[in-house]
């Protein structure tokens, strides 16, 4: 089977941002409140185009990985740190806390060992599919670099097993085609063997989280977001007023669980996929930019419907980094 990475590549980063623009309105809002606002969720979009005006932080940091990959031809943390530091420029669109402070200590020259921030939050698996994307041929560096990339702004071990494991789970979709599927055992050996080889607690406690998402896939959406939406998450991340809602905490293992969990349960449809993912309840944009960033890398840009790509503010200019990307991971890899 012959891999048309540029369609690949193209479809990842502009599955981000799709989800992460669909999503964008409902960050913060419980999916049953979502869900009272409309019948048909095509027609809301239609009708309501304004709310659905940008994408956030998950989609301009994914960009800035890009670019910090394409200028680097490679990972080197002094161009990723630099791309980092631009996006205060942007300026930020409803960035994390965790995010935001380290990346300021970062502008003002405080080396990363010290500036980030012990958060446990989405920030880094929200921005790593560019990384899966890259080193999809090299998953050695690729679970390396993801890690780096994640220790560079957040000390937490959960945002590095999200990272990880999101970066890892892009290369296995990009090899499948939807004409021939993939194994769902398969998927998920590959990724927990990404993150077996530490004793870190929490990524233990990541890995047994992922083998109940496994076992769970038979249930609804709405009862798999009501059982995971809170899932291995810690304080300072656990909203007790949503106890029992299909709200997905801002906290790193639950929105991965939840991401992979719509994912696989809409494997036919991109557009069904990316709606189901940008309604998760919570941090609904997190949820459609990581679950979209999977989307894309298994369906391509060929598989996205035309008017969700026209959605997207600046679609052409992350079609043509997505481009850029393409060309240099074909010029280090000596394909083509
Ligand atoms: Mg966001």
């Known amino acids: 089977m012959k891999i048309d ?15 992460d623009t669909l999503g964008h309105p409902f960050e913060g809002v419980i999916r049953e409140i979502i869900y009272s606002q409309f019948d048909d969720f ?33 990972f080197n943390e002094n161009y990723f740190i630099r791309e980092y530091v631009k996006w205060l420029d942007d300026p930020p669109i409803g960035p994390g806390f965790g995010c935001i402070s380290s990346i300021q200590k970062l502008k003002y020259g405080i080396p990363w060992q010290k500036a980030a921030s012990n958060s446990g939050g989405n ?3 929200m921005r790593v599919s560019p990384i899966g994307l ?12 993801a890690l780096k990339s994640s220790i560079i702004t957040h000390s937490h071990p959960a945002a590095a097993a999200g990272a990880i494991v999101i970066a890892r789970a892009i290369a296995f979709l990009l090899d499948k085609s939807i004409d021939t599927g993939f194994s769902i055992e398969e998927f998920f050996a590959t990724i927990i063997a990404s993150i ?3 004793q870190e ?10 083998n109940r998402v496994k076992e769970s896939l038979e249930i609804s959406i709405e009862a798999g977001l009501i059982k995971f939406s809170q899932v291995g998450v810690k304080a300072p991340y656990f909203l007790e007023e949503y106890l029992g809602k299909a709200f997905v905490h801002p906290y790193t293992l639950s929105t991965v669980a939840c991401a992979i969990f719509i994912f696989l349960k809409n494997l036919n449809s ?42 997207v503010r600046h679609n052409k200019e992350i079609l043509s980094i997505s481009e850029r990307l393409y060309l240099k991971f074909i010029e280090k890899n000596s394909l083509g």
Do not use: M
Not at 6 to 14: A, R, V, W
Not at 134 to 145: A, G, S, T
Not at 277 to 296: H, M, N, R
């Open 5 to 19: 990475y540029l369609d690949k590549f193209s479809g990842t980063l502009l599955g981000v941002s799709i989800g």
């Open 42 to 74: 095509k027609e809301f979009v239609k009708n309501k185009r304004k709310l659905f005006r940008t994408y956030t932080d998950d989609t301009q940091l994914t960009l800035h990985t890009a670019e910090a990959l394409i200028q680097g031809s490679g």
């Open 123 to 125: 920030g880094t698996a």
């Open 134 to 145: 890259f080193f999809c041929k090299e998953i050695k560096k690729l679970i390396n670099v």
């Open 196 to 198: 077996s080889h530490s």
């Open 201 to 210: 607690k929490i990524w233990e406690e990541f890995i047994e989280i992922l």
């Open 270 to 311: 991109f557009e069904d996929c990316i709606v189901q993912l940008a309604t998760a309840g919570g941090d609904s944009d997190t949820v459609g930019a990581i679950g979209g960033s999977l989307a894309g890398a298994y369906f391509g840009l060929g598989n996205i419907p035309d008017d969700l790509r026209d959605l």
